[in-house]
């Protein structure tokens, strides 16, 4: 522990034999190291050479400058001080003016040595209490700046170009995703498999922050590669699942939906891991929900064996997945928002262009929680058979 630095500016040398006799076991034990010094222009020349001063003990009346315009300069540097003043007994007026220029406590003269002993240990309490302070803040603008730079490097990898297949005319995909905090578990991602077939799937990670976002990553990673190489998706969930048991000593798992999309045919193959049921909406306005209640979400049974499930989109068929962020968000009364009034937003949207659904639902989700922040990560991925 290296000692505590106190710079004692004063013109009478008596006081530093006094310093030197009252804490002679703090300087023996190091843990007080006294610089001496006889007038403001030596201290704030000391003060320049020694950043790592903090604990000032200055008398008002001094040569060559005295303590009030020490504790003048002392604003400037921009620094943490705590500055005790030495004052005649009975001059308010200069104790005031120290006061209002920065000093932290005073003492008295003729001084009396128990009383500067103590007020000179609660200065240094004080000041070892607010470097604490300091650094705990900066640790905490640092993070929350990470969290920033983190945040726009997940928000990157999300897709926010929607023509994986530019020539393509039968279909539009479209999604966004809101991270409850900087960073989420919730992710979208889709990506041509060749060049008719196009994978697409969402996934909701158990918990929030910074792991649920690494196993976000992780998982969207994993199953893409893994979906590049399998034909169909109940086996790439499979494989994808028994990867992410591996080595999953925090137990953390993703809800997942994985479809494959045939854009010639409107043909759907896809497995459910756990996740919230999607929904069809039929051109006709008729919804149905596709693999209710089907699978364990990814990471917790290595073995475990996915079920297929079919579907074919006809011209105006939306496909509409989501996270549970959408139906589990509250407003101030705690009441969820709930699959019944999701579906009836999916009804009143006035079919067009994808953004403008995902707009009408997360519009409606926030005239419900009341624009309260959300307490969950939401995350919407829409395909539209268009031909």
Same mark, same amino acid.
């Given at each position: 522990?290296?000692?505590?630095?106190?710079?004692?500016?004063?013109?009478?040398?008596?006081? #530093?034999?006094?310093?030197?006799?009252? $804490?002679?076991?703090?300087?023996?034990?190091?843990?007080?190291?006294?610089?001496?010094?006889?007038?403001?222009?030596?201290?704030?020349?000391?003060? *320049?050479?020694?950043? #790592?001063?903090?604990?000032?003990?200055?008398?008002?009346?001094?040569?060559?400058?005295?303590?009030?315009?020490?504790?003048?300069?002392?604003?400037?540097?921009?620094?943490?001080?705590?500055?005790?003043?030495?004052?005649?007994?009975?001059?308010?007026?200069?104790?005031?003016?120290?006061?209002?220029?920065?000093?932290?406590?005073?003492?008295?003269?003729?001084?009396?040595?128990?009383?500067?002993?103590?007020? +000179?240990?609660?200065? !240094?309490?004080?000041?070892?209490?607010?470097?604490?302070? @300091?650094?705990?803040?900066?640790?905490?603008?640092?993070?929350?700046?990470?969290?920033?730079?983190?945040?726009?490097?997940?928000?990157?990898?999300?897709?926010?170009? $929607?023509?994986? %297949?530019?020539?393509?005319?039968?279909?539009?995909?479209?999604?966004?995703?809101?991270?409850?905090?900087?960073?989420?578990?919730?992710? %979208?991602?889709?990506?041509?498999?060749?060049?008719?077939?196009?994978?697409?799937?969402?996934?909701?990670?158990?918990?929030?922050?910074?792991?649920?976002?690494?196993?976000?990553?992780?998982?969207?990673?994993?199953?893409? &590669?893994?979906?590049?190489?399998?034909?169909?998706?109940?086996?790439?969930?499979?494989?994808?699942?028994?990867?992410?048991?591996?080595?999953?000593?925090?137990?953390? $798992?993703?809800?997942?939906?994985?479809?494959?999309?045939?854009?010639?045919?409107?043909? !759907?193959?896809? &497995?459910?891991?756990?996740?919230?049921?999607?929904?069809?909406?039929?051109?006709?306005?008729?919804?149905?929900?596709?693999?209710?209640?089907?699978?364990?979400?990814?990471? !917790? +049974?290595?073995?475990?064996?996915?079920?297929? *499930?079919? +579907?074919?989109?006809?011209?105006?068929?939306?496909? @509409?997945?989501?996270?549970?962020?959408? !139906?589990?968000?509250?407003?101030?009364?705690?009441?969820?928002?709930?699959?019944?009034?999701?579906?009836?937003?999916?009804?009143?949207?006035?079919?067009?262009?994808?953004?403008?659904?995902?707009?009408? +639902?997360?519009?409606?989700?926030?005239?419900?929680?009341?624009?309260?922040?959300?307490?969950?990560?939401?995350?919407?991925?829409?395909?539209?058979?268009?031909?």
């Amino acid at each position: 522990m290296n000692a505590t630095k106190v710079l004692v500016v004063d013109d009478e040398p008596d006081l #530093e034999c006094l310093i030197r006799q009252t $804490f002679a076991d703090q300087i023996q034990s190091k843990e007080i190291e006294f610089i001496f010094v006889s007038n403001a222009a030596e201290a704030l020349k000391t003060l *320049n050479q020694h950043e #790592e001063i903090h604990i000032i003990l200055a008398d008002i009346e001094m040569p060559k400058g005295d303590g009030l315009l020490l504790l003048s300069h002392l604003q400037l540097l921009n620094r943490l001080f705590r500055t005790i003043i030495i004052s005649a007994d009975g001059d308010l007026s200069n104790i005031r003016k120290a006061m209002n220029r920065g000093a932290t406590d005073f003492i008295t003269k003729p001084i009396d040595l128990k009383d500067l002993e103590i007020t +000179l240990s609660h200065a !240094i309490e004080q000041c070892v209490a607010l470097k604490k302070a @300091i650094k705990a803040q900066q640790m905490l603008f640092n993070l929350e700046r990470e969290l920033v730079i983190a945040g726009n490097i997940q928000q990157s990898i999300i897709p926010h170009e $929607f023509t994986p %297949f530019p020539q393509a005319k039968s279909f539009e995909i479209y999604g966004t995703m809101i991270p409850a905090t900087q960073v989420g578990g919730d992710f %979208f991602d889709f990506f041509p498999l060749d060049e008719k077939r196009l994978g697409f799937v969402i996934g909701d990670v158990s918990g929030k922050g910074i792991p649920a976002a690494l196993f976000m990553t992780m998982s969207r990673v994993i199953i893409r &590669a893994t979906a590049l190489k399998t034909p169909s998706p109940e086996e790439c969930l499979a494989e994808a699942n028994r990867l992410l048991c591996v080595d999953n000593e925090l137990c953390m $798992f993703v809800t997942t939906f994985y479809g494959i999309y045939h854009l010639e045919s409107g043909l !759907i193959e896809c &497995a459910n891991a756990g996740h919230n049921p999607p929904i069809l909406l039929k051109g006709d306005r008729r919804q149905a929900m596709i693999a209710r209640n089907q699978g364990v979400p990814l990471g !917790i +049974l290595p073995e475990h064996i996915y079920a297929k *499930n079919q +579907l074919t989109l006809q011209k105006g068929d939306c496909l @509409i997945l989501y996270t549970d962020g959408m !139906i589990e968000a509250r407003n101030s009364e705690q009441e969820a928002y709930g699959e019944e009034r999701f579906a009836k937003e999916i009804s009143a949207w006035v079919p067009g262009r994808l953004p403008t659904l995902t707009t009408h +639902l997360l519009d409606q989700l926030r005239q419900f929680t009341e624009e309260r922040p959300p307490f969950d990560d939401v995350a919407l991925l829409c395909i539209r058979q268009l031909e």
